[in-house]
């Protein structure tokens, strides 16, 4: 499978910014904290910046999630306050039917991101 469409990731982000609550998971490792400290942010910025994503921050997915199957995950990146931050998110469907979202990844990138909406020169990164 190639990569999503624009129109295919415009979609998946309005869904994801309609049902996501605006938690990160928890995870063993304390990157998504140790950036938000880093940056200066509290967690309401984070939800800001997340719900500014557009589809040219695209970065990959979408790819599965190995811990819950029929889930998967799409990633972004976007500057933020001068800084690359790597963002990882999916929606998914619940026992009951409803749709929620779910924000793994809000840190500084391990590696180099792509982005293969974005024009060389132009746009934030």
Same mark, same amino acid.
């Given at each position: 499978?190639? @990569? /999503?469409?624009?129109?295919? @990731?415009?979609?998946?982000?309005?869904?994801?910014?309609?049902? $996501?609550?605006? !938690?990160? @998971?928890?995870?063993?490792?304390? !990157?998504?904290?140790?950036?938000?400290?880093?940056?200066?942010?509290?967690?309401?910025?984070?939800?800001?910046?997340?719900?500014?994503?557009?589809?040219?921050? %695209?970065?990959?997915?979408?790819? /599965?999630?190995?811990? @819950?199957?029929?889930?998967? $995950? $799409?990633? %972004?990146?976007?500057?933020? !306050?001068?800084?690359?931050?790597?963002?990882?998110?999916?929606?998914?469907?619940?026992?009951?039917?409803?749709?929620?979202?779910?924000?793994?990844?809000?840190?500084?990138?391990?590696? !180099?991101?792509?982005? /293969?909406?974005?024009?060389?020169?132009?746009?934030?990164?």
């Amino acid at each position: 499978m190639g @990569i /999503p469409t624009q129109a295919e @990731i415009e979609e998946f982000l309005k869904e994801f910014k309609r049902c $996501w609550d605006g !938690k990160v @998971i928890d995870r063993v490792n304390r !990157k998504n904290d140790d950036t938000l400290a880093e940056l200066g942010f509290l967690p309401q910025h984070r939800t800001y910046e997340i719900h500014r994503l557009v589809h040219t921050d %695209f970065y990959r997915g979408p790819s /599965p999630d190995h811990d @819950i199957a029929g889930h998967e $995950w $799409w990633e %972004f990146g976007r500057k933020v !306050k001068g800084r690359e931050i790597y963002i990882k998110i999916k929606v998914y469907v619940t026992e009951d039917g409803e749709k929620g979202g779910r924000c793994m990844s809000f840190h500084f990138p391990e590696k !180099k991101i792509t982005y /293969p909406y974005k024009k060389k020169g132009r746009g934030r990164v």
